[in-house]
């Protein structure tokens, strides 16, 4: 899927075959299964730009359409969070990490 958003420095184009997945949901083979309907995480990198992270919800549900939303880092990192993963790129803005170490234990806390 492709969508093209405006930057502070110009037009982007998002383009799930291109760009790199930080996180794909599990698929399912039935319609209407568990598995029918999920949302990944993308980074789109381009020289000159700054990085955009986005989801794209999709849906394997016949009249259901697929969307890409732009997110900012910290929604990137609480997505990933909330799965069980930590996002590496900027160790330094791990600001629930620093959080977990005084005591707090869930995203929601904060």
Known sequence: ?????????????LDTDRDVWLYLAPRGGNI??????????YLHEEEGLPDVYYIHSWSMEPGEEEQIQAVSIVSAEEFLESRGLVLAAYPEQRGSQVLRSYGYGVAEEF
């Open 1 to 13: 899927m492709k969508k093209c958003i405006q930057s502070e420095k110009g037009e982007v184009l």
């Open 32 to 41: 209407g299964g568990a598995f029918a309907r999920g949302k990944d995480l």
